[in-house]
């Protein structure tokens, strides 16, 4: 059972720039969320995928926006960068969206915005 | 509007010292979930535990023991004799079910562990 995995680990992006973050589910997991983790805090919810829909979203901008995929890989967009984008992206995977099911974590992807 | 707190930031303690971690949370449903996170410098956020909003059972994993009590709204762990493999960063965080049936999850700030030698 392969687990969580992103890509890609570290990204350098400028003020405006538009980004992409991917990532694969564990094995068995049809659902998918998204958390951004500023330095020193906890993580924040940005939204949640299930069967390719989104179904639940943060307090996040629509330029934050993202996909899945019918293998329930996923990926997260965000447009015109802000420094405040500056994080760790968190993907996370869970077996069904409807039950309050333990989320497995990938590594991240350390975004910094110059 | 759900909410978790972690009041202790950094916590240090001398090797083989117990240790235990506050978590107080808040929540209007009767059915949530906790849960403890452990993250080390990698980033990836480990599963600790997970335990219901119905089950105040207290646990015990080896060195780890975590406490639910629901009249006070807090689920603590406690890690017994600490080692420095345990200096790590430690998040609790509450699930409820979103409108639209998604698994909302509030994290807390999480507490920096340092086990000094």
């Known amino acids: 059972e392969t687990g969580v995995t992103q890509s890609p680990t570290h990204l350098i992006k400028t003020r405006g720039q538009q980004v992409t973050l991917r990532c694969s589910s564990q094995?068995?997991?049809?659902?998918v969320s998204w958390y951004q983790q500023a330095l020193g805090q906890g993580p924040q919810f940005i939204f949640q995928?299930?069967?390719?829909?989104?179904?639940g979203r943060g307090n996040f901008p629509p330029r934050f926006s993202g996909l899945q995929f019918p293998n329930y890989s996923s990926e997260l967009n965000v447009n015109a960068l802000e420094l405040d984008d500056s994080a760790l992206y968190l993907c996370a995977s869970s077996v069904d969206r409807g039950r309050p099911d333990t989320q497995y974590f990938g590594p991240g992807t350390r975004l910094t915005v110059l | 509007a759900q909410k978790v707190t972690q009041a202790q930031t950094e916590i240090s303690v001398v090797e083989k010292e117990d240790v235990t971690l506050d978590c107080v949370y808040e929540t209007r449903d009767t059915t949530y979930y906790l849960f403890w996170y452990k993250q080390p410098p990698s980033g990836e956020l480990v599963f600790l535990i997970r335990?219901?909003?119905?089950?105040?059972q207290n646990e015990i994993s080896g060195r780890y023991s975590w406490n639910f009590q629901k009249s006070t709204s807090s689920f603590n762990f406690t890690i017994t004799a600490s080692q420095v493999v345990d200096s790590v960063v430690y998040f609790c965080a509450l699930s409820e079910k979103g409108s639209g049936g998604y698994q909302k999850v509030t994290f807390g700030t999480g507490t920096k562990l340092q086990v000094i030698p």
């Open positions: 094995s068995g997991h049809n659902t």
């Open positions: 335990r219901n909003s119905f089950d105040e």
């Open positions: 995928y299930y069967r390719e829909e989104e179904n």
